[in-house]
């Protein structure tokens, strides 16, 4: 099994833009009214236009405030480029570098880093399991 995502967003291209830079994902289809991003050869997330209906109807409610439940979490082998890139771009970071769990007793024992993308998603990046300063391993 492989989970493929989808994100309703107002600006599919702007989000396509800030995902692709974040995390070095390619664009597997392009255009205003849906992405699917790419990394390593692999689908990660599909983005689609909230006001576009296509052959399924509308995917979200737009009286509905976006990101407002769902979390979306990335493991990455790159973390601490990540989180220089990250604060580069002037990301809003809710949440930044910080291990889990901070007691460092225990799993997952991996850094963390919590932010917003451009449409109030919550995302959170990881770094693989056991990657921290804890003792824990996988």
Not at 52 to 64: F, P
Request: aromatic residues 8%; glycine residues 10%; hydrophobic residues 35%.
């Amino acid at each position: 099994m492989r989970p493929q995502p989808m994100l309703a967003v107002n600006d599919v291209e702007a989000s396509s833009r800030w995902y692709q830079r974040l995390f070095g994902c390619t664009s597997g289809h392009g255009g205003t009214h849906y992405e699917r991003l790419i990394f390593n050869g692999n689908l990660v997330l599909q983005l689609h236009g909230i006001d576009v209906e296509d052959h399924h109807g509308l995917i979200a409610d737009k009286t509905q405030p976006l990101g407002n439940g769902p979390l979306i979490w990335f493991e990455v082998d790159d973390f601490d480029a990540l989180v220089e890139r990250a604060h580069e771009m002037g990301v809003e970071i809710l949440l930044d570098k910080h291990c889990n769990p901070p007691d460092r007793n225990g799993g997952p024992n991996h850094w963390e880093i919590w932010m917003k993308d451009p449409e109030g998603y919550k995302v959170v990046a990881v770094s693989p399991d056991g990657t921290a300063d804890g003792e824990w391993k996988p």
